[in-house]
């Protein structure tokens, strides 16, 4: 079963733009997380969809945004991005039959604001 | 909000011996904990975990301990390979919500 993909798994931007990320999760997944990782304050929680719903969300400001589609593949969008936006994202897949269901992490996409 | 706490954050240890990283948790209400190991370029790879009503859990050379009384669990790893050497992360979630809090992480050394 292949795991859980993310493009592009690099991005270099600019102040000011804005930036879609893309996580298919594994096959049969319904559940889609995102995480930000940086060196000073770890990884940190975004955002999870199940069923093209947003469930759950961390403590990120409104730049910040995703969407889930029927196939379960989802983005995440960050508008004007600011230097502090650069990090790995990451997102991480559940079949989410529980809320506490195991989550299966992506390669991740480093982001690079300059 | 919940709280975790890992120590310690780098460890080395020689090729053959036994490996332990502790956590803490703060929210009571949390009943998952699983571990992540990462390695340079990659995302987290889960390598272990244990849900609240189960004390302990071994998977071959990994194995996690969990005191909810105390609320704090630990991974031991014995019989350390060089190949051991990454990143661990532990981390917590409770049934409210399919977020993970994430620890600060180890960096793990096996030195051969």
């Known amino acids: 079963k292949a795991g859980v993909t993310q493009t592009p798994r690099y991005l270099i931007k600019t102040r000011g733009q804005q930036v879609t990320l893309s996580c298919s999760p594994i096959s049969g997944h319904r559940s889609v997380s995102w995480y930000q990782q940086t060196p000073g304050q770890g990884l940190q929680f975004l955002f999870e969809y199940f069923s093209e719903t947003q469930r759950n969300k961390g403590n990120f400001p409104g730049r910040f945004s995703g969407r889930q589609f029927s196939n379960s593949r989802s983005e995440m969008n960050v508008s004007t991005l600011e230097l502090g936006d650069s990090a790995l994202y990451l997102c991480a897949s559940s079949l989410a039959d529980s809320y506490t269901d195991t989550q299966y992490f992506g390669p991740g996409t480093r982001l690079t604001v300059l | 909000g919940e709280n975790v706490e890992q120590h310690p954050s780098t460890l080395s240890v020689q090729e053959g011996d036994s490996a332990v990283i502790k956590c803490t948790y703060s929210d009571s209400a949390s009943n998952y904990f699983p571990w992540y190991k990462q390695e340079l370029g990659k995302g987290p790879q889960l390598i272990i975990d244990?849900?609240?009503?189960?004390g302990e859990k071994k998977d071959q050379r990994i194995a996690v301990t969990l005191n909810k009384t105390a609320k704090h669990f630990s991974l031991h790893i014995t019989e350390t390979q060089p190949e051991d050497s990454a990143v661990y992360f532990c981390?917590?979630?409770?049934?409210?919500?399919?977020?993970?809090?994430f620890g600060t992480g180890t960096r793990l050394t096996v030195i051969p």
């Open positions: 981390a917590a979630s409770d049934d409210g919500a399919n977020n993970l809090f």
């Open positions: 244990i849900r609240s009503n189960v």
